[in-house]
């Protein structure tokens, strides 16, 4: 985008960020109804040392509006002190900085970063996948130290800690999908300082060496624990799984351009988790479980879709 290529479709959705502050062209003002009579705290006006942080999808799609609903009860039901910033949340700008528009991804962080520090906010706790790679991997290059959570880490020390417990048994027989942006892009990360430069104007290298990141260290473990301690869940491995999953095709505003493309790959993954015998799909983000509905629906299949989330909160 730096040198002026650009997708019009992209275009559309950048110009909506900008009015909005989300990639959904939605109003802005409606982006908090979500979270109406939840009694959660408003961090415009309050202070907490954890903020759930909803994202763009989540706040506009009831659908996808579940899992985010299952987070805050979940949240609550474990007695943590957090709060939200409701209309005043921002896009976490990582889809933007996907496509190339770095200066308006800077803009959102900058908004976030900023509303975050005068909440007094130390722990950042997400059900987005998407969010949680920008705030993880991206963040940090722009001054953030918060630590950040996906609600499956919160879930699963929650579990550990013996302060969520089952009481339901889900008779379900479930595939896992890997989201991208939890798993091949969620290894531990440090934001790497230093000099790069060419030997004989080819050879580029980096002083000091720059870490290699490969996705073998993701976030694949803890969503199937959480899964596997659900009582009556079985959970059935699709063939590739891990650092090896296949996308689901809507990353990158590859769904918003190339809407062909992005449908045919949800496609493949169904077939694949067909291909187990799995009664339902689930993930631990909002954007794949999207193209997954979508792209059943489209097929007049009968799989089901599920965030982990929910299948947490139906057991509670």
């Known amino acids: 985008?730096?040198?002026?290529?650009?997708?019009?479709?992209?275009?559309?959705?950048?110009?909506?960020?900008?009015?909005?502050?989300?990639?959904?062209?939605?109003?802005?003002?409606?982006?908090?109804?979500?979270?109406e009579g939840l009694g959660i705290k408003d961090l415009?006006?309050?202070?907490?040392?954890?903020?759930?942080?909803?994202?763009?999808?989540?706040?506009?799609d009831a659908e996808s509006g579940k899992a985010a609903l299952s987070a805050v009860s979940l949240l609550q039901k474990c007695g943590i002190d957090f709060g939200i910033l409701g209309t005043s949340e921002s896009c976490c700008g990582g889809r933007a900085y996907d496509m190339g528009y770095r200066a308006d991804f800077n803009n959102c962080a900058e908004k976030n970063i900023l509303s975050w520090k005068k909440a007094g906010v130390k722990t950042v706790v997400t059900?987005?996948?998407?969010?949680?790679?920008?705030?993880?991997?991206?963040?940090?290059?722009?001054?953030s130290q918060?630590?950040?959570?996906?609600?499956?880490?919160?879930?699963?020390?929650?579990?550990?800690?013996?302060?969520?417990?089952?009481?339901?048994?889900?008779?379900?027989?479930?595939?896992?999908h890997d989201p991208c942006h939890l798993g091949r892009q969620g290894e531990p990360y440090v934001p790497w300082q230093g000099k790069e430069k060419k030997i004989r104007g080819q050879i580029v290298v980096y002083e000091p060496a720059?870490?290699?990141y490969n996705g073998a260290w993701g976030i694949y473990d803890i969503p199937r624990k959480v899964l596997k301690s659900i009582p009556g869940l079985e959970l059935v491995e699709?063939?590739?799984i891990r650092e090896c999953a296949w996308c689901c095709g809507a990353g990158g505003g590859v769904t918003e351009a190339y809407p062909q493309f992005s449908a045919w790959t949800a496609?493949?993954?169904?077939?694949?988790?067909?291909?187990?015998?799995?009664?339902?799909?689930?993930?631990?983000?909002?954007w794949c479980e999207g193209n997954f509905r979508d792209s059943i629906k489209s097929r007049g299949e009968t799989m089901q879709v599920y965030d982990i989330l929910e299948l947490v909160q139906q057991a509670i």
């Open 146 to 176: 918060f630590e950040v959570l996906h609600t499956v880490e919160f879930v699963e020390k929650m579990i550990q800690e013996k302060r969520l417990k089952f009481k339901s048994s889900i008779p379900l027989k479930i595939t896992y």
């Open 210 to 212: 720059k870490p290699r």
């Open 267 to 286: 496609g493949e993954r169904i077939n694949e988790a067909k291909s187990t015998g799995a009664e339902a799909i689930v993930s631990a983000c909002p």
């Open 127 to 143: 059900s987005c996948a998407d969010c949680y790679h920008a705030f993880k991997r991206l963040y940090p290059a722009l001054g």
């Open 44 to 60: 415009t006006r309050d202070k907490s040392e954890v903020v759930f942080y909803a994202g763009c999808k989540p706040s506009y």
């Open 1 to 35: 985008m730096s040198d002026g290529q650009v997708l019009p479709q992209h275009t559309r959705l950048i110009d909506g960020l900008r009015e909005n502050d989300n990639l959904l062209l939605q109003p802005k003002v409606t982006r908090g109804n979500w979270a």
């Open 238 to 240: 699709m063939e590739r």
